[in-house]
């Protein structure tokens, strides 16, 4: 038996609607323009009416059309970060620095498995660095300095072989800075002013989570 005229509409209208919705990278972006104060319209342009972000301004694409670049440093922003971040899956370059973002880092954005440079330095970000950016293998430049950041220094960090840059000066981490893998050749005034930071650990003698209780 034929299905009903209004099914017949029902159908039509939902898979003509121009939306964003359908795509999951658009719905993330846009889960963090709602999570954001924007006194300077920067995410003016972000209408989830579209079928993806890619002509949105401060986002960049690849030739598929999915998203790489995240722009939106020095743009006079608040709020909070999502987890909804971490369906970026071809996301490279992160850029959010000197903002007023507040909150904690997301675990989730130890999914961005394609991630070069995360950039949230100058914010008022708090809590603990997440582990979970260990499993950033492609990450180059980690740059968290001029936080509000408590906690140690995840030593899943030492297995990123990639990074070059690692800069968490002037927050508040406590233990002891790593001294192996990338760890070895970051300059100390990466991880100054951290006043309760001890200075490089001694392997076999010194445990990393000193003064972290």
Known sequence: MAAPIWVWAFCLAITSL?????????????????????PENVLQSWDPTLVNPCTWFHITCNQD????????????????????LGRLQHLQYLELYKNNIQGTIPT???????????????????????PSLGKLKSLVFLRLNDNRLTGPIPRELVGVSSLKVVDVSNNDLCGTIPTSGPFEHIPLNNFEKNPRL?????????SYDTNCS
């Open 108 to 130: 989730e954005l130890g999914n961005l498995k394609s991630l070069i440079s995360l950039d949230l330095y100058n914010n008022n970000i708090s809590g603990t660095i997440p």
């Open 198 to 206: 001890e200075g490089p650990e001694l392997l076999g003698l010194a």
């Open 65 to 84: 059309n999915r998203v790489t670049r995240v722009d939106l440093g020095n743009s006079n922003l608040s709020g909070h970060l999502v987890p909804e």
């Open 18 to 38: 121009p939306s964003v919705l359908g795509n999951s990278e658009g719905d993330a972006l846009y889960t963090l323009r709602r999570s954001l104060t924007d």
